[in-house]
């Protein structure tokens, strides 16, 4: 994988783009201090779920700040499992 490769600016779809684009998307398990670093960001939004549960009012607002929180988690999933490269 091409660490100087920028999928997001990218405009061709060359060797280099499929190969990170299939890069992307490959399985990593994950070693001993990139689970205690997911471990440290799924308590801290599951946190923040709960105290939107506790002080806001059901709504599509609080559905949507919800999503957000789980979209986080997954970015920030797949910024650990990557190495940020992405």
């Known amino acids: 994988m091409d660490a100087n490769f920028n ?22 398990s994950w070693t001993d201090d990139q689970k205690m670093h997911g471990d440290s960001v799924k308590r801290a939004l ?20 919800i999503r957000k929180i789980r979209e986080a988690s997954w970015a920030a999933n797949c910024a650990i499992s990557h190495g940020g490269i992405y």
């Open 46 to 65: 599951s946190d923040a779920i709960l105290i939107l549960i506790q002080h806001v009012p059901p709504s599509a607002d609080r559905t949507s700040a």
């Open 7 to 28: 999928v997001a600016s990218a405009t061709t779809v060359d060797s280099v783009a499929q190969q990170a684009v299939a890069d992307m998307f490959e399985y990593r």
